[in-house]
């Protein structure tokens, strides 16, 4: 099963005071093979914005470190039919309109879950399931990845 990642995880990953949740983001990375790890470029768009405006790095540098993901993994273009699916989130379950760009991405991708802090955990839509993966009590579907 492939894992999408939203912006919240990466971002923590990314920051050097998230502490606990920059441990469990950086463990996750490193037990779940590569090659099943999904970035929405829209997702990666979020990281370089939070990286300059929140995070103060700068502009260069917050570029390059966001490239990385989209270099080291896999990455899902914001493509027409994307936008497409993203207005069916929006108006049938009132999603942000940049969460759903990243939920259909995960979707279009063919990921079975996408990794998301924000979003509602155990919500499934188009063969996704949104995952909370901070949660003291993680889904299963955490374990599924990492066993794979």
Not at 2 to 15: C, G
Request: hydrophobic share 50%; proline share 5%; charged share 25%.
């Amino acid at each position: 099963m492939r894992a999408a990642l939203d912006s919240n995880f990466i971002i923590y990953a990314e920051d050097m005071f998230a502490d606990a949740r920059r441990e469990q983001a950086l463990q996750l990375l490193e037990r779940i093979p590569a090659e099943l790890i999904v970035i929405p470029v829209q997702a990666a768009g979020e990281v370089f914005n939070w990286l300059i405006r929140k995070g103060k790095v700068p502009k260069a540098l917050a570029g390059e470190r966001t490239v990385v993901w989209i270099e080291r993994y896999r990455s899902q273009p914001t493509t027409a039919d994307v936008l497409k699916a993203a207005r069916e989130l929006v108006g049938q379950h009132d999603f942000q309109v940049w969460d759903a760009v990243v939920l259909a991405s995960a979707a279009e991708a063919g990921a079975g879950c996408l990794l998301s802090e924000d979003m509602q955990d155990g919500f499934k839509w188009r063969g996704v399931t949104v995952v909370n993966p901070f949660l003291d009590k993680p889904s299963p579907i955490i374990s599924n990845l990492v066993k794979q």
